[in-house]
Structure formats: C-alpha cells, structure tokens
C-alpha cells in the first residue's frame, strides 16, 4: 500500500510533536520501525501484536475498522483469535 505524496514528509515533521508542547518539549524518541511501518498500513494484526501492541487495544481498534466487513455477528472477532492461536501465555511484552 502506497502513502500519499507528502505523508511521509508529514511524518517525519511531526510524529515527534508532543501536540501543544513548548518546542524543547518535543519528543525525540517516538518513531516508527519500517517493520512497525509495514504492519501498520498492511493491517497486519499479528505481526502488531507480536511487536508488543496490547491485545485488547488492538483488537478493539481492529473491530472499529473491519468488524462490518463481516456478515456473521463475532465473526471478526473469531477470526482475530483464530490468527493469533499459535500464541500462548506468556504473551509477547506489552508493558510502556
């Protein structure tokens, strides 16, 4: 999936900005892997979770953006599970 002209330039201007911060207080530490990247703009859910994404966050959002997509009730989320199956506790680190 393609980014629009001018989106990563956007990025890379502002992903940084802590909104309605003094510039000084600007983070320096939040970006995206090209890993994190891909699996954002793919949809990719396991590979999210598996990069430390809080399973209920996700799943939750997920839902949001794809749970119509489905005709049966619970089938999304299902689906979700069925994905991640091959995962048992202890779940990948999702500690902030």
Known sequence: MLQP?????LE???ANL????????????????DQERQALASHDSVVLFELGAHNFLLLTL?????ERDYAE?????????????HWTVPYPDIST
Do not use: D, K, V, Y
Not at 5 to 9: F, H, K, Q, V
Not at 62 to 66: D, K, M, N, R, Y
């Open 18 to 33: 802590i909104l309605n911060c003094p510039g000084l207080e600007r983070s320096t530490w939040l970006a995206f892997t």
């Open 12 to 14: 890379a201007e502002q």
């Open 5 to 9: 002209p001018g989106e990563l330039e």
């Open 62 to 66: 997920f839902i949001a953006l794809f």
């Open 73 to 85: 009730p619970l089938a999304f989320q299902r689906e979700f599970a069925a994905r991640l199956s």
